[in-house]
């Protein structure tokens, strides 16, 4: 694969996560987290199925599955600090808080891969990082040391801290064993862990009712989310770590303007500002490796 095509699949996980978090949004919502989230692993899992084959001696050797099987652990971990997070705290401080995954994730990738954005590269970070931060200031935005004490701050710095584990791990996997195989073995994972707490709670008869009545937004939400992580773990298999994460993080951008065409929500002059320098400095950063 052309090295620009991996560069074009960080993109496409950008716009993939843009479209999958907007449906998530509404999922979690309508059906629950837990629910939203077996959809996903289910949807992704019999998706991938078909591609997977030709990768499946892999699974064979024990170092791949077990590493796989720990990906699929912690990113359904993960997960639920991430909902939890936007359940119980204030979304602008959360949103805020949960992008400290982009220096986490590029830390990690110094020390796993040996990567690090030249200096250039990294004051394109910066602004990337500060972009999406402005973006994540509503009307009222605050941010007072009180915060830091909310029930939902604290989950989402363990899923800040989570989500750049995964991140590096996915990459990882995606290099040492298999791009689809990092995503089709956690997504079962994460399914069939699901599935065990939904049963423990006595909620199968409602997921099914709820698989009915909002068939569409779940399929596309799962499709969405599985898109982004196929096109995210393709793009780290030959690209730095952290640039490919940095890139990817532009995605709040396309929030905003779904936020606005279909929801009719207001946006601030910050947030604009913050639109447009994420995605000029995503470009920008994009352009570096050519």
């Excluded at 289910?42 to 892999?58: A, C, E, Q, R, S």
Aim: glycine content about 8%; hydrophobic content about 60%.
């Amino acid at each position: 694969m052309a090295f620009e095509l991996f560069l074009v699949a960080a993109f496409g996980a950008m716009l993939a996560w843009g479209f999958g978090d907007f449906l998530i949004q509404r999922s979690v919502r309508k059906i629950g987290d837990l629910e939203s989230l077996a959809f996903i692993g289910l949807i992704g899992f019999i998706g991938l199925t078909p591609f997977v084959l030709p990768d499946l001696p892999l699974l064979f050797l024990p170092q791949n599955l077990l590493l796989l099987a720990g990906l699929g652990a912690l990113s359904f971990v993960v997960a639920m600090f991430n909902f939890e997070a936007l359940k119980e705290g204030k979304l602008s401080v959360v949103d805020v808080v949960l992008e400290f995954e982009l220096p986490i994730t590029i830390a990690l990738g110094f020390f796993l891969f040996a990567e690090s954005p030249s200096i250039f590269q990294f004051f394109l970070i910066i602004p990337i990082f500060a972009g999406i931060v402005l973006i994540s200031m509503k009307k009222n935005f605050s941010f007072k040391k009180h915060h830091l004490l909310e029930k939902g701050v604290f989950y989402a710095i363990i899923a800040a801290i989570g989500l750049g584990l995964c991140n590096s791990f996915t990459a990882f996997s995606a290099r040492s064993v298999s791009p689809l195989l990092a995503i089709w073995i956690p997504w079962g994972i994460i399914f069939i862990v699901s599935m065990i707490f939904i049963l423990k709670k006595h909620d199968v008869k409602k997921m099914f009712v709820n698989a009915s009545r909002f068939k569409w937004l779940i399929l596309g939400m799962g499709i969405m989310d599985t898109l982004a992580w196929i096109f995210y773990s393709f793009s780290m298999a030959k690209i730095n770590v952290g640039i490919v994460t940095a890139i990817t993080e532009s995605y709040p951008v396309l929030g905003v303007i779904l936020g606005v065409a279909l929801n009719r929500e207001h946006i601030t002059m910050y947030q604009i500002l913050g639109a447009v320098l994420t995605i000029c400095a995503s470009i920008a950063l994009a352009v570096t490796l050519l």
